[in-house]
Structures are given as C-alpha cells and as structure tokens.
C-alpha cells in the first residue's frame, strides 16, 4: 500500500508495486507525491500502558473475586503486593509484604 499527496493537499492510497509510475490525484488530477500514512510515521517502539484483563488467581481482589485491570502499571503494581512479577521481571517486593514476612520471621523465632 502506497499513500500518496497532491499539490493540492488531496490524499489517497493504492497498491502499487515497487517504483512503480504514480497516478495523477483521483479528484483534481494534480500532480502527486508519495508520502505516508500516520500510521507509518508513528514509532514502532512505542508501546501504552492499556490493558483490558480480567486476573482470576494471584492478583485478584480480597475476597477471592476475579479484578479487572485496564492498564500494565496497576497490574504490575498488584502483583508485586502480592509478591508476583510479571514475566520474570526482577521482584520489586513492596513495603507490606516486606513487614508482613519480617513478622512471621520474628513469631518463628518465638
């Protein structure tokens, strides 16, 4: 798929092979120059933070209920609370379950 652009600031795409001629603009038969689409000139790296899953073990809610999560960062942030990491990432262990597992430690000892 080729985008193309005319003098006139018309826009069009077509299949067209390789260096293949171009065609004059479709409304006003202007003179035409390849471009691209936004879709192409955006960065391919780029990925969001929205996510639209329903978690139903490790990082579901309190009462044992399926939770929804709609971005990356809410989720990871659940699981490292609960003391999971996201495809092998590397643990970040929060603050509550360090004191929780400080405290289990110390009735051990007792």
Aim: glycine share 10%; proline share 4%; charged share 30%.
């Amino acid at each position: 798929m080729r985008h193309f652009i005319c003098t006139q600031g018309h826009t069009f795409s077509e299949v067209a092979w390789g260096l293949a001629d171009t065609v004059p603009c479709r409304e006003c038969g202007a003179y035409v120059i390849e471009g691209c689409s936004a879709s192409e000139s955006a960065s391919a790296a780029i990925h969001g933070d929205e996510i639209d899953i329903v978690v139903r073990h490790g990082a579901c809610n309190p009462d044992g209920s399926p939770r929804r999560f709609t971005s990356k960062s809410e989720l990871r942030r659940a699981a490292a609370e609960n003391g999971f990491t996201i495809y092998g990432e590397t643990p970040n262990v929060s603050g509550r379950l360090q004191e929780e597992r400080a405290r289990e430690r110390e009735e051990r000892r007792r």
